[in-house]
């Protein structure tokens, strides 16, 4: 039986070159500073649950929807769904929100939100991504676990 895809023809785009703002080198007083690159860096290459390709190439997450507020802790990601109706939003947003709950100190309070106007189900997928109750039963859910690991397992190549 063939599995169904929501976008079986998505659009690839290439991958596009960043060039870094050169920070002056911490002392060892100061914390592990982060910003929207190293944010970036950790996410880019989380591969789609339905294609074999990264969120990059299918423009899902982009360094200019991620923001950090490294003073206070927090880090907020926007992504973008390929299709307004993508069942796979959830699914998406957990793989990224697991990365960086794994990759970043525990000090950074994560928030991760569809890109405005981008999904059918924006509200109702933000509520879901951002309640510390319904994540942490999505995490404890062992083939759901299993998704979101291979979706995350080469991120770090």
Do not use: W
């Amino acid at each position: 039986m063939a599995t169904m895809v929501d976008n079986p023809n998505p659009v690839v785009f290439a991958i596009k070159e960043f060039q870094r703002e050169t920070r002056p080198l911490s002392t060892n007083d100061d914390a592990d500073k982060f910003d929207a690159f190293e944010v970036f860096e950790l996410i880019r290459k989380i591969n789609d649950p339905e294609h074999p390709l990264t969120l990059e190439q299918l423009n899902v997450t982009q360094y200019e929807n991620i923001f950090v507020d490294d003073e206070n802790g927090f880090v907020r990601v926007f992504f973008t769904p390929t299709i307004p109706h993508c069942s796979q939003a959830t699914l998406i947003g957990l793989s990224i929100r697991v990365k960086l709950l794994r990759s970043l100190p525990s000090r950074f309070k994560v928030e991760i939100k569809i890109t405005p106007g981008t999904h059918n189900s924006e509200d109702a997928l933000n509520k879901q991504l951002n309640d510390k109750e319904r994540v942490a039963a999505a995490i404890e859910n062992s083939a759901l676990l299993e998704v979101v690991n291979n979706c995350i397992a080469h991120t770090d190549d």
